[in-house]
């Protein structure tokens, strides 16, 4: 199984800041990663596709890049509601699709 | 207005037996495989199991393989997740969803582009 590991696990920020969240994959998946962000109590919601396409209805602010192995979620201008737990996810070729274990975004 | 109702959680003994259901609404329901997702308390997101549109193709986590069933019923836009031997590590928010699929250039990628609300399965004795 091709296993994801973000970083950091935790990262405090504040209003307004630019954060750099990073997905590692154990071996190469093209552009087949998505990334997801999830708020507290509620269900995850897809960010990014195809490691840089932005879902609809996605703000402007959100980015994504990489291919191969490495790729980074950015996000531009933090806003309140961006605070959040952040997931990427391979979905390269055939199940199981993995994910990381998480990135939680925290107001400073 | 697309959307999952997940339904079916609840408090099961280890060795029980549970059965978890997706109604889903707004959208053509056997045009998507649909794929169910769960979530330990405190911990991350973890892929359990998967069916295709039409039903003929599953796949399953090694985790849950030979214990759960996943089956879908496209006359009533229904997606069902039978627990079979459930153990205390099969505690979790399991959650429905949606399997879209994007082209970019040549090339057509999954997303999971909807979610149910999820539902709480308590193994516990």
């Known amino acids: 199984d091709i296993q994801m590991t973000q970083s950091p696990s935790s990262l405090s920020a504040s209003v307004g800041d630019r954060v750099t969240i990073t997905c590692r994959a154990s071996?190469?998946?093209?552009?087949?990663l998505n990334w997801y962000h999830q708020k507290p109590g509620k269900a995850p919601k897809l960010l990014i596709y195809?490691?840089?396409n932005l879902q609809s209805g996605v703000p402007s602010r959100f980015s994504g890049s990489g291919s191969g192995t490495d790729f980074t979620l950015t996000i531009f201008n933090l806003q309140p509601e961006d605070f959040a737990t952040y997931y990427c996810q391979q979905n390269y070729h055939t199940r199981p699709w993995t994910f990381g274990q998480g990135t939680k975004v925290e107001i400073k | 207005e697309v959307q999952l109702l997940d339904s079916g959680g609840g408090l099961v003994q280890p060795g029980g037996s549970l059965r978890l259901s997706c109604a889903a609404s707004g959208f053509i329901f056997n045009n998507y495989a649909m794929t169910w997702v769960r979530q330990a308390p405190g911990k991350g997101l973890e892929w359990v199991s998967t069916i295709s549109g039409s039903g003929d193709t599953t796949y399953y986590a090694d985790s849950v393989k030979g214990r759960f069933t996943i089956s879908r019923d496209n006359s009533k836009n229904t997606l069902d997740l039978q627990m079979n031997s459930l153990r205390a590590d099969d505690t979790a928010l399991y959650y429905c969803t949606k399997e879209g699929v994007v082209l970019v250039g040549p090339i057509y990628y999954y997303v999971l582009d909807v979610w149910g609300q999820g539902t709480t399965v308590t193994v516990s004795s």
């Open positions: 071996q190469s998946i093209s552009k087949y």
């Open positions: 195809a490691a840089s």
